[in-house]
C-alpha cells in the first residue's frame, strides 16, 4: 500500500469515528516512520504529530533489550494516546535529549487525528490505544543500511550501536512481538522518505 491509499483510509476513520483517532507509525529503525508521519499531518485537514523520538529514553534505548525497554510506552499512552482518545485534557512531557532527561509539562494539543511514530511502538503496552496500526514495509536490513548511512552523513558515528543494540533490538522485538503482523496497514515509502526518519541519537 503507499501513502496516498493510507491517507485515504486515514480520512475514511476519521469520516465516520465519533471522537479523535490516534494513528501509530512503526517500522524498523531507518524505515521512513518520521517521513511517513511528516507527510501525513501535512496532508490531512486536521493532524497533528506527536514524534516518538520525546518518548525515547536517552540511556536505555543504548541498551540491548527484547521489548525496546528504552521506548517508554507507559508515559505515552498514560498522558498523551488515552487522553487524546477521549478527548481529555492532558500534559506530558517531552525527554529532552540535550539535558538527557524529561522537559516541562506542556498541554497535549487537539485536533482530529494524533500521529505517532516510533519503534518498538506496536507492543501489548500500546496497541489499544491505537485506532489505525501502520507498519514501514521496508526490511530490516535495508532500514538498517539507510539509518547508517544517514547517521553518517550527519556527522555521528553511531556504527557500534547499530549493530551491537539497534539492529539486535529490533530483531529480537520482531520475534516476540511480530509487529509487522499487528499492523492494519503495510505502507511501502516513496523514494523521497527513503533516507529520512530522523532520531536524536538513539534508535
Not at 26 to 38: M, N, P
Not at 129 to 152: E, P, S, Y
Amino acid at each position: 500500500m503507499h501513502q496516498d491509499d493510507v491517507l485515504a483510509h486515514i480520512l475514511e476513520r476519521e469520516r465516520t469515528a465519533d471522537r479523535p483517532t490516534v494513528v501509530g507509525i512503526s517500522g524498523y529503525c531507518g524505515s521512513g516512520k518520521s517521513t511517513l508521519a511528516r507527510a501525513m499531518v501535512a496532508a490531512l485537514p486536521d493532524a497533528v504529530r506527536m514524534r516518538g523520538d520525546d518518548f525515547l529514553d536517552p540511556s536505555r534505548s543504548h541498551r540491548r533489550s527484547s521489548e525496546w525497554d528504552g521506548v517508554d510506552r507507559e508515559r505515552l499512552v498514560a498522558t498523551v494516546l488515552e487522553p487524546f482518545h477521549e478527548g481529555r485534557t492532558s500534559h506530558f512531557r517531552r525527554h529532552d535529549w540535550s539535558r538527557r532527561q524529561l522537559g516541562p509539562e506542556e498541554p497535549v494539543p487537539s485536533a482530529r487525528t494524533l500521529i505517532v511514530d516510533l519503534i518498538g511502538l506496536f507492543h501489548p503496552e500500546a496497541l489499544g490505544a491505537l485506532d489505525v496500526t501502520i507498519w514501514c514495509d521496508v526490511d530490516l536490513d535495508t532500514a538498517a543500511r539507510r539509518g547508517i548511512a544517514r547517521d553518517r552523513g550527519l556527522g555521528r558515528n553511531h556504527d557500534a550501536l547499530w549493530h551491537d543494540v539497534w539492529i539486535p533490538n529490533e530483531r529480537d522485538f520482531a520475534e516476540r512481538f511480530r509487529p509487522r503482523e499487528r499492523a492494519d496497514l503495510l505502507c511501502t515509502p516513496s523514494r523521497s522518505s527513503r533516507h529520512s526518519g530522523k532520531l536524536p541519537s538513539g534508535a
